[in-house]
T-cell receptor, first 114, second 111 residues
Framework: NAGVTQTPKFRVLKTGQSMTLLCAQD?????MYWYRQDPGMGLRLIHY???????AKGEVPDGYNVSRLKKQNFLLGLESAAPSQTSVYFCASSYGQTSYNEQFFGPGTRLTVL | EDQVTQSPEALRLQEGESSSLNCSYTVSGLRGLFWYRQDPGKGPEFLFT???AGEEKEKERLKATLTKKESFLHITAPKPEDSATYLCAVQASGGSYIPTFGRGTSLIVHP
């Protein structure tokens, strides 16, 4: 099992460019999440999904869009990147509405917006 | 609104010097409290889940405990390889089951 994988690992964008971050999990998890992590701010939830075809806003959703067309994949899009979106992005997944709801995290994507 | 506060923000220990990390929480009914370890440049890695006050779990030099208001992560005789950021998260009963994270405690253990 690969667990949770993220593509790409690093990316540099210019202000105004767009990109998509891909997250894939092979554990048949219902829930998937996108977080950003900035120094001193901890993990902040951007968007999440409770199942295939569903998405919901988290704590900091502005400037991002997501899609969950397949259960195993969760895409995070930046339509017009801004320097404030420079961060490390983590994807996670979990079983969902059960007692065993610990999250499994990917290795992260380090994004720099110039 | 669910809240999680971790203290201290940073902790420096000498190898073998035992200590505790604190996670205080406010939640309308606790479903579960999670501890994670995060190494530099990597994603968080799951350590423990605690479900009810009085529960304890251990793994090597780590022991997690839970009360109705807070959780402690006790580190006994730490080694340099225990250096990491430790994150706490709570999951409320009812609603969407989405965890709320604290900002973490950065632990450095000096040899």
């Amino acid at each position: 099992n690969a667990g949770v994988t993220q593509t790409p690992k690093f990316r540099v964008l210019k202000t105004g460019q767009s990109m998509t971050l891909l997250c894939a999990q092979d554990m048949n998890h219902e829930y998937m999440y996108w977080y950003r992590q900035d120094p001193g701010m901890g993990l902040r939830l951007i968007h999440y999904s409770v199942g295939e075809g569903t998405t919901a806003k988290g704590e900091v959703p502005d400037g991002y869009n997501v899609s969950r067309l397949k259960k195993q994949n969760f895409l995070l899009g930046l339509e017009s990147a801004a320097p404030s979106q420079t961060s490390v992005y983590f994807c996670a997944s979990s079983y969902g509405q059960t007692s065993y709801n610990e999250q499994f995290f990917g290795p992260g994507t380090r994004l720099t917006v110039l | 609104e669910d809240q999680v506060t971790q203290s201290p923000e940073a902790l420096r220990l000498q190898e073998g010097e035992s200590s505790s990390l604190n996670c205080s929480y406010t939640v309308s009914g606790l479903r579960g409290l999670f501890w994670y370890r995060q190494d530099p440049g990597k994603g968080p890695e799951f350590l423990f889940t605690l479900y009810s006050a009085g529960e304890e779990k251990e793994k090597e030099r780590l022991k997690a405990t839970l009360t109705k208001k807070e959780s402690f992560l006790h580190i006994t005789a730490p080694k340099p390889e225990d250096s990491a950021t430790y994150l706490c998260a709570v999951q409320a009963s009812g609603g969407s089951y989405i965890p709320t994270f604290g900002r973490g405690t950065s632990l450095i253990v000096h040899p």
